[in-house]
């Protein structure tokens, strides 16, 4: 499968793929302070839940390492306030705040006896805990790199040779660790021969489907058109979709998810035109502790990006009032399928979500 990734750690260095200046730019930011990583996720130079959630932790480790705590207690209440200011880059995506406290419970339960650090200093201990958050970082990493192939084996197994699939925003290799999640299936089967006909919306204000799918689709090799937002309902009129697949952001206990704005808007018309409706959903995404998607919050974004940030005039009147949210949730009942790294699920999401969520991976719905 494609082997483009967002994020990498070489050489002591935790550097991100700028996906604000792709795709016209391939731009590699390094990542040395915490305000580095608040900047590159609420900007979007880093976007995409699992990636997210993978800067996160990267995030934690680097904030912990320029801390000047003097005991392990002040140690912890400084990576306590480290992950507040992390999470409070994007509330929406349920990974960020998902790794940074899978960071803190490390840092909280981590024993120095069991490293043969008893009676050693604390500056020794410190030392020893910062590599074993390094450690888990890249855990974290490989972790998602390993959900997302499994979701896309698990995800073509819904798919067909020749197929017309629609899909919004990015949930490819640029919003994950590697090879993505709703686009895993497509460039494994596009390794397969499957000869699938993409059709991609530009996905606005951001157009993370006409700068980051289109450009990473095309560099699969896979048979790509770009069509606006407002296209959807033609061509899926025209006979020209088969399957739609998106990503989620935070998915309910009640299985409605929360992706990209105009997500639910493609929902609603693959319903109306019969069409499958496939998210996909890492289980770190599932969050049970939300039984509905009327309880997530939704991030509102400067309005300008709708009106500003492609154009060199403005393109609308100075003084509007706009209404910019960065996400919409897409009802369980427009959900054919969920799509995760532990299997398939399908209704009733209530009861399955929460068993695969703690189920072990396995093979097969």
Not at 19 to 25: A, F
Not at 248 to 266: E, H, L, P, Q, Y
Not at 310 to 334: L, Q
Request: with cysteine; aromatic share 8%.
């Amino acid at each position: 499968m494609i082997e483009v990734s967002p994020i990498r750690y070489e050489n002591g260095q935790f550097e991100i793929l700028d996906q604000t200046q792709l795709p016209g730019t391939e731009a590699w930011l390094t990542m040395e302070t915490r305000e580095d990583i608040w900047d590159a996720i609420h900007a979007l130079k880093v976007r995409g839940a699992p990636a997210i959630g993978v800067a996160a932790a990267y995030g934690m480790w680097i904030a912990a390492k320029n801390s000047s705590a003097d005991s392990r207690e002040a140690f912890y209440e400084a990576c306590r306030e480290h992950g507040d200011y992390l999470c409070s880059s994007r509330p929406t995506a349920v990974n960020l705040s998902w790794a940074v406290k899978r960071m803190l419970r490390l840092v909280k339960t981590w024993n120095p006896d069991a490293e043969g650090l008893a009676g050693a200093s604390w500056e020794a201990q410190r030392t020893a805990l910062l590599d074993r958050m390094l450690q888990e970082a890249v855990a974290v990493q490989k972790e998602d790199e390993e959900a997302c192939r499994r979701m896309g084996e698990y995800g073509l197994r819904l798919l067909s040779p020749g197929m017309g699939i629609l899909t919004h925003c990015n949930a490819g290799a640029l919003a994950t660790a590697k090879y993505g999640t709703c686009l895993a299936p497509i460039h494994l089967g596009q390794e397969k021969g499957y000869g699938f006909h993409v059709f991609a919306d530009e996905t606005r204000p951001l157009l993370q489907g006409a700068r980051l799918t289109c450009w990473e689709l095309m560099k699969s090799g896979v048979d790509t058109t770009l069509i606006c937002d407002n296209m959807a309902a033609t061509v899926m009129k025209k006979g020209w979709i088969d399957a739609v697949v998106v990503g989620c952001d935070r998915m309910a206990a009640n299985g409605d998810g929360a992706n990209k704005i105009g997500t639910s808007g493609v929902a609603i018309l693959a319903k109306e035109f019969d069409i499958p409706f496939y998210m996909y959903v890492p289980t770190s995404t599932i969050d049970l502790d939300t039984e509905t998607g009327d309880e997530i919050r939704i991030e509102c974004r400067d309005g300008e990006e709708i009106y500003q940030m492609w154009y060199e005039k403005d393109m609308a009147p100075a003084g509007v009032k706009t209404f910019n949210p960065a996400f919409d949730v897409t009802s369980h009942e427009n959900i054919t399928a969920v799509i995760t790294e532990k299997g398939i699920v399908r209704p009733p999401y209530k009861e399955n979500l929460a068993a695969i969520a703690a189920a072990p991976a396995r093979d097969g719905e």
